[in-house]
């Protein structure tokens, strides 16, 4: 299907795309073509008599194409082909849509669940973080802690945070923010970094540990004991 063809579809005006199809459509593993002639189709109905010539009339399109995409909706299981009675008890060929909208109930009902265990998790932080302080957060604090997991803070860095500012014995917001912060300069992102930067910050005290005491002048100090003896 050309573009110039799908602009000139759009341009009559009856052709309607729900934009919650918009939103899913990269779910949906089709190119912009099939899924274009695939809302078309939704737009008759859920079962549709196959007439391949009204399909090329309003789309602008040659039968070979009609039949093409045809093909590989019903290959990717977005639609089926079937002969059904119509009211004059007489068989007719129908597209059906009812594998599609299976499909786009399942992604919807995907994304609720996962919309879902988010919320969970949410909050979740919020109950650790209470339990911790010993005490209910205030709703500035919730604010403050909010405004982490919007920017993209993740809930297992707030909580090893959380573990550095009680470890500290500092339970105020304010202080795990500056937590924060520091590890976002240093490009610290999951408690794996965290782990990673504990041990670097461990090897480097022990390498001024070690240059410290090779460094000592044992022989002043020898002599400062002889001196104090006599």
Do not use: H
């Amino acid at each position: 299907m050309k573009s110039s063809k799908l602009v000139e579809l759009l341009k009559k005006g009856n052709f309607v795309v729900p934009f919650y199809l918009f939103q899913l459509r990269k779910k949906f593993q089709l190119s912009l073509e099939e899924f274009i002639f695939l809302v078309y189709l939704s737009n008759l109905g859920t079962k549709i008599i196959f007439d391949t010539n009204r399909f090329a009339q309003d789309l602008g399109m040659t039968k070979e194409e009609i039949l093409s995409y045809l093909d590989i909706l019903t290959e990717k299981n977005y639609i089926s082909i079937e002969v059904i009675k119509n009211e004059k008890n007489v068989m007719e060929e129908y597209v059906v849509l009812d594998l599609f909208y299976e499909k786009l109930a399942n992604v919807m009902i995907d994304d609720i669940n996962q919309a879902k265990i988010e919320e969970e998790k949410n909050s979740n932080i919020f109950e650790v973080i209470e339990k911790e302080f010993a005490r209910p957060l205030t709703s500035m604090e919730y604010e403050i802690i909010s405004a982490w997991l919007e920017d993209g803070t993740k809930e297992d860095l707030i909580i090893e945070a959380l573990k550095e500012a009680v470890y500290s014995g500092v339970c105020n917001l304010r202080y795990i923010d500056k937590i924060l912060y520091e590890w976002g300069k240093k490009g610290i992102k999951t408690p794996q970094d965290v782990a990673n930067n504990r041990l670097k910050f461990k090897e480097k005290q022990e390498k001024k540990e070690k240059l410290e005491l090779f460094e000592y002048d044992w022989f002043e100090d020898g002599e400062d004991e002889e001196n104090t003896i006599d």
